[in-house]
């Protein structure tokens, strides 16, 4: 009986190491896509050798967030000029459909099934088809009084299968969701919508809307998917709580504080939020719980938006330059040295092996470099075509 406990123990954990080598070997086996906006160019590496697959140059600039679809045949991205771009990744066509004159963002939905599209001319959500990029719904993006508004930004929130949109003329966030099983969106005061009071709205993606005092221009989620962390004019903070579709907390900050640029991080003992300040040299550090500044780190120079992984090591702060520093996460104090050859690079396009490598781009675009999240070495150059 001994022996026999000795060897199922035994099996379970030869079992176990199996399984973790397996997910090593598929996560490595993953391609890496590493997206430079600026030049309109996706490159797809091995995930494993980190070679140069292949090189998309879409010929135009695009916004600088990529999303893949759950079962990674897919990738999904927009340009200012209004279009949305889904890449086939096993045969490397393309497809592209025109939402709007000027697009500013873009989010897929966690499912895979849906893209929405936020546009700043004409103001409008769009929702597409994720397979086949067939508009769904397209909504003018007003208030209740008919006062039209530039969507500023569209975002994915998983853990209530919404999308999270703000507006930049008018005070309102929306939230549309893509649950079938999710209650009707009644506005207005209603005392008991089962015995029909009031009109739930129609069609899809009905906007559950929030109201908003100033408007908000960025925004980040807390990790428990109820609140959003925004930012407006005037370096004004807003907690809205998404539950009760009201704001629940104020900090008025110096500078421009970009909560949409920042990073999560463990702060003592608990969650914050890294956000700079884009006209001034400063971090601050808030607590995503209690909701208030615990710090406030001298950045040296301004700071137009932070890079990191949630399994890595270290914080990249892009400047207006372009240029990079970067912070250790734990003292969140900025290392005093960098290799030469990381401070000729951009900061990361892209994470690989979930967070063990970042995919940098040589300045002047030559090559990507591939660097150990780590150690902080670079463990491969990259030529590009």
């Avoid at 907390?249 to 890294?274: F, I, M, S, T, Y």
Wanted: glycine fraction near 8%.
């Amino acid at each position: 009986m001994h022996c026999w406990k000795r060897w199922a123990a035994t099996m379970m954990v030869a079992l176990c190491l199996s399984c973790v080598a397996r997910a090593a070997d598929h996560e490595a086996a993953r391609p890496v896509l590493a997206l430079d906006a600026a030049a309109g160019k996706l490159y797809r590496l091995d995930g494993g050798s980190f070679d140069l697959l292949r090189q998309t140059d879409f010929g135009y600039p695009v916004n600088d967030a990529i999303a893949v679809a759950p079962d990674g045949g897919a990738a999904f991205l927009s340009s200012p000029q209004g279009w949305v771009v889904k890449l086939d990744l096993h045969g490397g066509q393309t497809r592209a459909a025109r939402v709007a004159q000027e697009t500013a963002a873009l989010a897929l939905s966690h499912d895979g099934r849906y893209l929405m599209a936020a546009n700043r001319a004409p103001g409008t959500l769009v929702a597409l088809d994720a397979g086949t990029l067939a508009p769904l719904r397209v909504q003018e993006a007003k208030d209740k009084q008919g006062k039209a508004s530039a969507v500023a930004d569209v975002r994915t929130l998983p853990g209530r299968s919404s999308f999270i949109a703000v507006m930049r003329d008018i005070p309102e966030l929306w939230e549309l969701s893509y649950d079938e099983r999710a209650e009707p969106i009644f506005e207005g005061l209603v005392h008991d919508y089962k015995m029909g009071e009031g009109i739930a709205l129609k069609g899809p993606f009905p906007p559950r809307r929030t109201l908003l005092d100033p408007p908000l221009a960025h925004f980040h989620f807390d990790p428990s998917s109820a609140h959003v962390v925004g930012a407006g004019p005037g370096g004004l903070l807003q907690v809205i709580h998404l539950d009760i579709r009201r704001k629940i907390r104020e900090l008025r900050l110096d500078g421009a504080a970009r909560p949409d640029q920042g990073v999560r991080v463990d702060w003592q003992g608990g969650p914050a939020l890294l956000l700079p300040h884009q006209d001034g040299a400063l971090l601050s550090v808030l607590d995503l719980r209690a909701w208030r500044v615990l710090r406030q780190l001298p950045g040296g120079a301004a700071i137009r938006r932070l890079v990191s992984h949630d399994r890595a090591a270290h914080v990249w702060a892009v400047g207006e330059d372009g240029r990079v520093r970067i912070l250790d996460k734990r003292s969140l104090m900025f290392l005093p040295a960098i290799s030469s050859a990381l401070a000729n690079a951009s900061a990361p396009l892209a994470w690989a092996q979930d967070g063990k490598f970042a995919i940098l781009r040589e300045r002047g675009g030559e090559a990507l470099l591939v660097c150990d999240a780590a150690t902080l070495e670079i463990v491969k150059r990259v030529p590009l075509h």
